[in-house]
Protein backbone atom coordinates (compact mmCIF):
# COMPACT_ATOMS: atom_id res chain seq x y z
CA UNK A 1 0.00 0.00 0.00
CA UNK A 2 1.26 3.03 -1.42
CA UNK A 3 1.61 6.22 1.69
CA UNK A 4 -1.10 8.56 -0.31
CA UNK A 5 -3.76 5.30 -0.03
CA UNK A 6 -3.43 5.17 3.83
CA UNK A 7 -6.16 7.51 4.17
CA UNK A 8 -9.56 7.99 3.28
CA UNK A 9 -9.72 10.26 0.26
CA UNK A 10 -10.74 13.28 2.08
CA UNK A 11 -8.31 13.02 4.98
CA UNK A 12 -5.26 13.23 1.70
CA UNK A 13 -7.16 16.37 0.59
CA UNK A 14 -6.60 18.11 4.11
CA UNK A 15 -2.90 16.59 4.19
CA UNK A 16 -2.55 18.01 0.64
CA UNK A 17 -4.10 21.63 1.02
CA UNK A 18 -2.24 22.30 4.46
CA UNK A 19 1.12 20.55 4.25
CA UNK A 20 3.23 22.65 5.89
CA UNK A 21 4.45 22.62 8.97
CA UNK A 22 2.85 25.71 10.73
CA UNK A 23 -0.65 24.75 9.04
CA UNK A 24 -0.61 21.42 11.33
CA UNK A 25 -3.51 22.28 13.36
CA UNK A 26 -5.73 23.24 10.35
CA UNK A 27 -4.89 20.61 9.09
CA UNK A 28 -6.30 18.38 11.64
CA UNK A 29 -9.25 20.68 11.75
CA UNK A 30 -9.45 20.14 7.67
CA UNK A 31 -10.25 16.54 9.10
CA UNK A 32 -12.76 17.11 11.83
CA UNK A 33 -14.65 18.27 9.13
CA UNK A 34 -13.81 15.27 6.85
CA UNK A 35 -14.98 13.28 10.06
CA UNK A 36 -18.16 14.99 10.97
CA UNK A 37 -21.02 13.01 11.59
CA UNK A 38 -23.21 15.02 9.48
CA UNK A 39 -25.51 13.90 6.11
CA UNK A 40 -25.40 17.03 4.51
CA UNK A 41 -23.52 19.71 4.03
CA UNK A 42 -25.21 22.21 6.69
CA UNK A 43 -25.32 19.89 9.03
CA UNK A 44 -20.97 19.68 8.67
CA UNK A 45 -20.74 23.63 8.25
CA UNK A 46 -23.52 23.56 12.08
CA UNK A 47 -20.52 21.16 13.34
CA UNK A 48 -17.93 23.03 12.27
CA UNK A 49 -19.43 26.12 13.91
CA UNK A 50 -19.43 24.04 17.46
CA UNK A 51 -16.00 22.67 16.81
CA UNK A 52 -14.25 26.30 16.11
CA UNK A 53 -16.07 28.76 18.50
CA UNK A 54 -16.19 29.33 21.93
CA UNK A 55 -19.64 28.63 23.56
CA UNK A 56 -20.60 27.74 26.96
CA UNK A 57 -20.54 24.00 27.81
CA UNK A 58 -22.93 24.19 30.48
CA UNK A 59 -26.33 25.74 29.11
CA UNK A 60 -27.01 29.38 30.51
CA UNK A 61 -23.42 29.36 31.98
CA UNK A 62 -21.20 31.77 29.94
CA UNK A 63 -18.39 31.23 32.41
CA UNK A 64 -17.78 27.38 31.30
CA UNK A 65 -17.11 28.97 27.84
CA UNK A 66 -13.51 28.48 29.29
CA UNK A 67 -13.90 24.88 29.14
CA UNK A 68 -14.50 24.65 25.59
CA UNK A 69 -11.65 23.11 23.14
CA UNK A 70 -12.03 25.65 20.17
CA UNK A 71 -9.49 27.46 19.73
CA UNK A 72 -10.87 30.95 21.53
CA UNK A 73 -8.78 33.79 19.68
CA UNK A 74 -11.21 35.16 17.29
CA UNK A 75 -8.70 34.71 14.13
CA UNK A 76 -7.86 31.44 15.14
CA UNK A 77 -11.74 30.70 15.30
CA UNK A 78 -11.91 32.23 11.57
CA UNK A 79 -9.47 30.44 10.48
CA UNK A 80 -10.44 26.92 12.52
CA UNK A 81 -13.97 27.41 11.05
CA UNK A 82 -12.46 27.86 7.23
CA UNK A 83 -10.00 24.62 7.49
CA UNK A 84 -13.07 22.77 9.06
CA UNK A 85 -15.28 23.66 5.85
CA UNK A 86 -12.50 22.56 3.53
CA UNK A 87 -13.11 19.34 4.77
CA UNK A 88 -16.80 19.74 4.53
CA UNK A 89 -16.26 20.69 1.13
CA UNK A 90 -13.97 17.46 0.47
CA UNK A 91 -16.30 15.20 1.87
CA UNK A 92 -19.64 16.51 0.13
CA UNK A 93 -17.63 17.18 -3.32
CA UNK A 94 -18.42 20.65 -2.94
CA UNK A 95 -16.08 23.03 -5.51
CA UNK A 96 -13.63 24.99 -3.54
CA UNK A 97 -15.31 28.35 -4.15
CA UNK A 98 -17.88 27.27 -2.62
CA UNK A 99 -16.56 26.26 0.55
CA UNK A 100 -14.47 29.65 0.51
CA UNK A 101 -17.74 31.82 0.76
CA UNK A 102 -19.01 30.02 3.71
CA UNK A 103 -19.30 32.04 6.33
CA UNK A 104 -19.54 31.35 10.50
CA UNK A 105 -23.29 31.21 11.61
CA UNK A 106 -21.97 33.49 14.60
CA UNK A 107 -24.20 36.36 16.03
CA UNK A 108 -22.56 40.02 15.18
CA UNK A 109 -19.97 41.67 17.33
CA UNK A 110 -21.34 44.76 18.73
CA UNK A 111 -19.65 47.75 17.52
CA UNK A 112 -16.55 49.32 19.51
CA UNK A 113 -17.25 51.79 21.88
CA UNK A 114 -15.71 54.70 21.28
CA UNK A 115 -13.65 56.35 23.86
CA UNK A 116 -14.30 59.96 25.42
CA UNK A 117 -12.07 61.92 24.01
CA UNK A 118 -10.01 63.77 26.49
CA UNK A 119 -10.31 67.59 27.23
CA UNK A 120 -6.98 69.43 25.89
CA UNK A 121 -4.81 71.31 28.80
CA UNK A 122 -3.36 74.39 27.53
CA UNK A 123 -0.19 75.04 27.87
CA UNK A 124 0.80 78.28 30.06
CA UNK A 125 4.42 78.68 29.36
CA UNK A 126 5.97 81.81 29.43
CA UNK A 127 9.01 82.98 28.21
CA UNK A 128 11.29 82.98 31.01
CA UNK A 129 10.07 78.86 32.05
CA UNK A 130 11.57 78.16 28.40
CA UNK A 131 14.63 80.37 29.20
CA UNK A 132 15.53 79.72 32.41
CA UNK A 133 15.31 75.73 32.32
CA UNK A 134 18.80 74.22 31.71
CA UNK A 135 19.94 70.84 29.14
Not at 13 to 33: D, N
Not at 87 to 100: T, V
Request: proline share 13%; with cysteine; net charge negative.
Amino acid sequence: MIPHQWGPPCNNECTHKYSALMQIPWRVFCKKGCDADGETWEECLEECNEICYKDPVLKDQQWSACIDRSPGVERYSEECFHACVSGCGYKFDKPPDIADKVRPNRPPKPPPVPKPASPLVESKATAEDILGTSA
